[in-house]
């Protein structure tokens, strides 16, 4: 079995915090299903396509 590249799995551990953060906000501001949605695609183009917003930013701040 091979083992995941070290940047895939960064990703991947990044991606499930995020997801994590996004659906603890989501769910202290008793938002409903379909903004969750929004905000964790939303969150997901930003991982993905808009990475000049990690840079020097806590993923907490992305967020928000």
Known sequence: ???PEPYSLF???????AAYKVLHL?????LNDSIKEQAWELMKQCL???TYLMFDRHLDQIVL
Do not use: G
């Open 1 to 3: 079995k091979q083992r």
């Open 48 to 50: 993905s396509s808009e």
């Open 26 to 30: 989501c769910k202290m501001l008793d």
């Open 11 to 17: 990703f991947k551990r990044v991606s499930h915090l």
